[in-house]
T-cell receptor
Framework: NAGVTQTPKFQVLKTGQSMTLQCAQD?????MSWYRQDPGMGLRLIHY???????DQGEVPNGYNVSRSTTEDFPLRLLSAAPSQTSVYFC???????????FGPGTRLTVL | AQTVTQSQPEMSVQEAETVTLSCTYD???????LFWYKQPPSRQMILVIR??????QNATENRFSVNFQKAAKSFSLKISDSQLGDTAMYFC?????????FGTGTSLTVIP
């Protein structure tokens, strides 16, 4: 099992550009989530999904879009990048409610 | 609103000694789960321990144990026989309503 994979590992964008962060898991997990990690603020939930075709907003959803067309994939789209979106982004998945989340290695995004 | 508070931004411990990391949380939910995650310099998030709130017995995993006080909404992590590899950022988290909430973390340094 590869677990949770994220691509790319690093990315630099200019303000106003759009991009998609990829996340995939091969553990047949129903739950998937996206977080951002900023210094001194821990991890904050952006969007999450409890199954294919179902997504919902977390604590900080503005400027981000998600979809879940398959159980395995959960891409995160930045519609128009802003410097405030400079952060480390983590994708995570878990089998069911209350189960342990398994994290990907993270993507460091810089918006200039 | 759900909140998680880790009041110790930094801690240090001598190798082979015991250290306790504090965590308090606030929720009006009755069904939730609690976690401690470790983030070493590699940035990978690794589960340390998981506690089900409806279980009164404190969870243990080898050298790691928790002191779960449900009435006080406290969930501290005890690390026994500290090892150099325990040097990392530690995050307390709880899960309810399909969402995870993380604290701001405690940076632990194990001194040889």
């Amino acid at each position: 099992n590869a677990g949770v994979t994220q691509t790319p590992k690093f990315q630099v964008l200019k303000t106003g550009q759009s991009m998609t962060l990829q996340c995939a898991q091969d553990m047949n997990h129903e739950y998937m989530s996206w977080y951002r990690q900023d210094p001194g603020m821990g991890l904050r939930l952006i969007h999450y999904s409890v199954g294919a075709g179902i997504t919902d907003q977390g604590e900080v959803p503005n400027g981000y879009n998600v979809s879940r067309s398959t159980t395995e994939d959960f891409p995160l789209r930045l519609l128009s990048a802003a410097p405030s979106q400079t952060s480390v982004y983590f994708c995570a998945s878990s089998y069911g409610y209350g189960d342990t989340q398994y994290f990907g290695p993270g993507t460091r995004l810089t918006v200039l | 609103a759900q909140t998680v508070t880790q009041s110790q931004p930094e801690m240090s411990v001598q190798e082979a000694e015991t250290v306790t990391l504090s965590c308090t949380y606030d929720t009006s939910e009755s069904n939730y789960y609690l976690f401690w995650y470790k983030q070493p310099p590699s940035r990978q998030m690794i589960l340390v321990i998981r506690q089900e709130a409806y279980k009164q017995q404190n969870a243990t995993e080898n050298r790691f144990s928790v002191n779960f006080q449900k009435a006080a909404k406290s969930f501290s992590l005890k690390i026994s026989d500290s090892q150099l590899g325990d040097t990392a950022m530690y995050f307390c988290a709880f899960m309810t309503g399909n969402q995870f909430y993380f604290g701001t973390g405690t940076s632990l340094t194990v001194i040889p």
